[in-house]
């Protein structure tokens, strides 16, 4: 278990942390600097970065090039029934066997179990499945790395957000990620919610959050960010969808789209899922409030 997966003090609003952090990763941060060369960016590879850094390059903001209408109208596209029950099956075994062997562990929200692929082995046929990745690639006309995945036993219950503002990009939009039904979900269960359209709301950071980048983080940026976004939602005019989706469908989501999770009202029953988050190949890739480059270990 990564030390920041569990720690939650003031350690983590020091950038000073997080720069011997990018010390620590220099050998994964290193191949940075032939994109950093090639859009202009003039820092080093281990130096703090957040979209402060990017104001004076290029406002670069792909198109959209699935012939996916509804891709483009909502943000994100639902596939019904797309691994099979046996397979899935396989999946909660192993995760159940990983946690009663204490080879993985939830990180601090108590919720989330990061990175489970590195110990349970069969997620990977999840992360690098090819269909999904054509799929992935046909949405978003690029080739994409996994870095991340997460599963849950219980509903996350987080509130609505962004992707992007976590998992930043230059240009903007250079993430996408699936949610995978590891057994049946509704309202009562803490099923998602998102907001069709939002993909195309501006891209939060923080500076129109209002958090500090200075040496020293805002004591919860996350907190002002949902914040933000909460005024924002109620000055548009998008409507808050909640999902319904069977064992073995995925949902694929824009960067950008505004989702969350609802209460888990039953707690006779589990909600357990799993989600995989890939960036685009050739993207300058940061953590927006954090403000530091993401450390990108692709799945292989």
């Known amino acids: 278990m990564r030390f920041f997966d569990k720690y939650t003090g003031l350690f983590r609003r020091l950038k000073v942390v997080y720069f011997i952090n990018n010390l620590v990763n220099y050998k994964y941060l290193k191949s940075n600097k032939a994109l950093y060369d090639k859009y202009g960016l003039k820092r080093k590879v281990w130096q703090s970065l957040s979209s402060k850094h ?23 596209v639902k596939l019904d029934g797309f691994f099979s029950e046996e397979f899935i099956d396989k999946i909660n075994a192993d995760i159940e066997t990983g946690l009663a062997e204490g080879k993985i562990d939830f990180n601090f929200t108590q919720k989330k179990i990061l990175f ?103 004591p919860n940026p996350n907190k002002n960010y949902e914040n933000y976004l909460e005024k924002e939602l109620a000055n548009s005019d998008l409507e808050m969808q909640m999902l319904h989706a069977k064992k073995g469908d995925i949902l694929i989501w824009h960067a950008n789209l505004v989702h969350g999770g609802l209460p888990h009202i039953d707690k006779n029953r589990t909600r357990k899922s799993m989600v995989v988050h890939y960036f685009l190949k050739d993207r300058i890739c940061y953590h927006e409030l954090s403000q530091r480059p993401a450390v990108v270990k692709e799945i292989v």
Request: hydrophobic share 35%; aromatic share 10%; proline share 6%.
């Open 116 to 218: 489970a692929y590195e110990k349970v082995p069969i997620l990977e046929k999840v992360i690098n499945n090819q269909r999904v990745k054509a799929k992935l690639q046909e949405l978003c006309g690029s080739e994409v790395v996994p870095f991340q995945s997460i599963n849950f036993l219980s509903g996350s219950e987080q509130k609505a957000h962004s992707d992007s503002v976590h998992m930043a990009t230059y240009p903007l939009g250079g993430l996408i990620a699936i949610w995978v039904a590891l057994e049946d979900v509704d309202e009562q269960n803490g099923t998602l919610f998102y907001y069709p359209g939002s993909h195309k709301m501006p891209y939060a950071t923080n500076r129109n959050i209002g958090n500090s980048t200075g040496p020293i983080l805002s």
């Open 54 to 76: 990017f104001e004076n390059l290029p406002d670069i903001t792909p198109g959209y090039t699935a012939t996916d209408d509804l891709w483009e109208l909502n943000g994100f």
